[in-house]
C-alpha cells in the first residue's frame, strides 16, 4: 500500500525519510549491535545518542546555556500541572484562555495557584487569539498557548509580560518559526506535533526559574529534580529521545527553523489562498491570526462536510475530519507535511467544489 498525506492533527505525520532511516537502524543501531530500544538509558552508547539529541535543539532554536533543556514523560498535559507547582510563589498567576488546550491548562492550575484570566476568545468560539491583555506585576508568571491546534489560530507576535515570566505551551509549532527563547522564562511541547512519536515532552526553561517547587510537588514533575538529573531521574523515553534525534537531524539538513519557515509559509499561503476565493469552502479563524500549522474550515453544511472527508480520503488525503467543537475540517500541514501534499488537497477540494457548489 502506498503512503497517504496525512493531515491529523497529532499524533501527526513524520517525514518518510525519518521513518526510513529509524527503519533501517530499528534491529541494530550502527556499530553497537543492538537497537536502541534495548540499550541502558545510562550505558555510554545512549548518553551519546541524548547529548547529541539536546544539542541539536540548543542548535535548532538558538537556546543559549542560561536554558535548561528537559526530555520528559507525561506529555504536554503533565506540565498543565508541573507549571504552577513549580513556578507558584505569592500564589497568583495570569492565563489567557485562546483555545481548548490553554483553556484546560488553567483549568489544572486552579488546582494549585489562583487563577487570573486577562484576555479570553472563549465567547468568540476561539475564532482568533487576543490581542489585549490585563497583565498583572504581581503574577508568579504569565501563561500562552502559542498555537491552537484545534481553532486553528496562533500568536502573530509574542506577548510582552515585563518581569512576569512567560510561560507557553508550544505544542503545535514547536520549529514551525523562528522564536526568541529569551522572551520566555519556560517553552514547552509535546513531541507529537512537529518533533517524533507521542510519549515525549520537551522543556526549555529559565535556569533561574527552577528550585521554587511547592512541597507537595512529585518528584517526577520537579523541573529541580529533573535538571539534577539530566532527565533521567527514572527511566526516560529512550527512543522517542532517539526519534526526535533523527526529526532534528532532518530539520538541520534542511537548513533549520527559519528555512522550515519560509517553506510552512508557502503550504499554508497555498491553501488559505484556495479558501478565500472558494464558492463552497470557507476559514474559521480570523485572518490576522490563522495558524501557519493548523488550518480549520468548513462548508456550512454538515453532510457536505463528511461528504468531502470521505471523498478525500478516497483519494490518498486522511484525517481531515474538524474536531466537534469547530466541525468542518481541519488540515494539520506541520513540519513534515510535504507541499505536494497541499497541492493535492487543493486539487481535491477543486474537484469537489465543481461537483458540489
Known amino acids: 500500500m502506498e503512503r497517504v498525506y496525512n493531515f491529523s492533527a497529532g499524533p501527526a505525520a513524520i517525514a518518510q525519510s525519518v521513518l526510513e532511516r529509524a527503519r533501517d537502524e530499528l534491529v541494530c543501531y550502527p556499530g553497537r549491535g543492538m537497537s536502541v530500544m534495548e540499550m541502558s538509558h545510562r550505558s555510554s552508547m545512549y548518553i551519546e545518542i541524548f547529548d547529541e539529541t539536546k544539542a541539536l535543539l540548543r542548535q535548532l532554536m538558538h537556546i543559549p546555556d542560561t536554558y535548561e533543556i528537559l526530555f520528559l514523560q507525561g506529555g504536554a498535559t503533565l506540565q498543565f500541572s508541573a507549571v504552577p507547582l513549580n513556578l507558584t510563589k505569592a500564589g497568583r498567576a495570569d492565563y489567557v484562555d485562546s483555545g481548548n488546550f490553554a483553556h484546560l491548562a488553567a483549568q489544572e492550575a486552579m488546582r494549585y495557584t489562583q487563577v487570573r484570566v486577562v484576555a479570553s476568545s472563549r465567547e468568540d468560539n476561539y475564532d482568533h487569539v487576543p490581542t489585549e491583555f490585563a497583565w498583572n506585576a504581581d503574577a508568579d508568571y504569565a501563561y500562552?498557548?502559542?498555537?491552537?491546534?484545534?481553532?486553528?489560530?496562533?500568536?502573530?507576535?509574542?506577548?510582552?509580560?515585563?518581569?512576569?515570566?512567560?510561560?507557553?505551551?508550544?505544542?503545535?509549532?514547536?520549529?514551525?518559526?523562528?522564536?526568541?527563547?529569551?522572551?520566555?522564562?519556560?517553552?514547552?511541547?509535546?513531541?507529537?506535533?512537529?518533533?517524533?512519536?507521542?510519549?515525549?515532552?520537551?522543556?526549555?526553561?529559565?535556569?533561574?526559574?527552577?528550585?521554587?517547587?511547592?512541597?507537595?510537588?512529585?518528584?517526577?514533575?520537579?523541573?529541580?529534580?529533573?535538571?539534577?538529573?539530566?532527565?533521567?531521574?527514572?527511566?526516560?523515553?529512550t527512543y522517542g529521545i532517539y526519534m526526535a534525534k533523527l526529526g532534528f537531524e532532518w530539520l538541520r539538513d534542511l537548513g533549520g527553523v527559519e528555512a522550515i519557515y519560509e517553506i510552512n509559509q508557502r503550504k499554508a499561503a497555498l491553501l488559505y489562498d484556495f479558501l478565500d476565493n472558494s464558492r463552497l469552502f470557507k476559514p474559521t479563524a480570523r485572518p490576522e491570526c490563522r495558524s501557519l500549522m493548523n488550518v480549520t474550515f468548513v462548508t456550512g453544511d454538515k453532510d457536505l462536510d463528511a461528504a468531502f472527508v470521505k471523498y478525500a480520503a478516497e483519494r490518498g488525503l486522511v484525517n481531515l475530519k474538524g474536531h466537534r467543537s469547530v466541525g468542518g475540517m481541519r488540515a494539520s500541514i506541520y513540519n513534515a507535511m510535504p507541499q505536494a501534499g497541499v497541492e493535492k488537497l487543493v486539487q481535491v477540494m477543486k474537484a469537489f467544489e465543481k461537483e458540489n457548489a
Not at 509574542?158 to 512576569?164: F, L, N, R
Not at 505551551?169 to 512537529?194: C, E, H, M, W, Y
Open 144 to 237: 500562552i498557548t502559542t498555537n491552537n491546534t484545534i481553532y486553528g489560530t496562533r500568536y502573530t507576535s509574542i506577548p510582552d509580560t515585563g518581569a512576569v515570566p512567560l510561560v507557553a505551551d508550544a505544542s503545535s509549532n514547536i520549529l514551525s518559526q523562528p522564536l526568541d527563547i529569551t522572551r520566555f522564562g519556560v517553552l514547552f511541547a509535546g513531541a507529537q506535533k512537529n518533533i517524533g512519536p507521542a510519549g515525549l515532552c520537551i522543556v526549555v526553561l529559565r535556569k533561574d526559574l527552577a528550585g521554587f517547587e511547592n512541597p507537595l510537588c512529585p518528584k517526577l514533575m520537579s523541573w529541580a529534580l529533573q535538571i539534577k538529573n539530566d532527565s533521567m531521574l527514572n527511566t526516560p523515553n
